[in-house]
């Protein structure tokens, strides 16, 4: 089973071999991830909240995950970010912040 380590090395091969480093900034893959983003939004937005994806929506909404994964991975790499570090102190810093004895069941509200 592929990691994020093997995704982010076989989008670098992949860009590299097909030179489009350059194109590949910060600035740029971001809007890219954005754009991508916005494509697994449309793909729901009309939907009830509760439709469950099936079939052939279910195979799109994946393919457009994929999208979303593979430029992620991608930016982090350009801008040095370790994906998996950075989620796992991210998730850390949002258990001490929500504790479970306050907000269980309580959706959090944002300032
Ligand atoms: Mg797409």
Redesign the pocket.
């Known amino acids: 089973m592929a990691d994020l380590e093997d995704l982010t090395a076989r989008m670098r091969e992949f860009t590299e071999a097909r030179e489009w480093g350059r194109f590949h900034d910060v600035k740029s893959l971001t809007l890219a991830l954005t754009g991508?983003v916005g494509?697994v939004a449309e793909l729901v937005q009309w939907l009830p909240a509760d439709a469950v994806l099936e079939g052939d929506l279910q195979a799109r909404f994946g393919?457009?995950l994929a999208?979303v994964l593979l430029y992620l991975v991608r930016l982090a790499d350009v801008a040095g970010v370790n994906l998996v570090a950075a989620g796992l102190a991210k998730l850390q810093r949002n258990e001490d912040r929500f504790p479970i004895s306050v907000y269980r069941s309580i959706a959090p509200e944002h300032p």
Request: charged share 100%; no cysteine; proline share 0%.
């Open positions: 991508e494509e393919d457009e999208d």
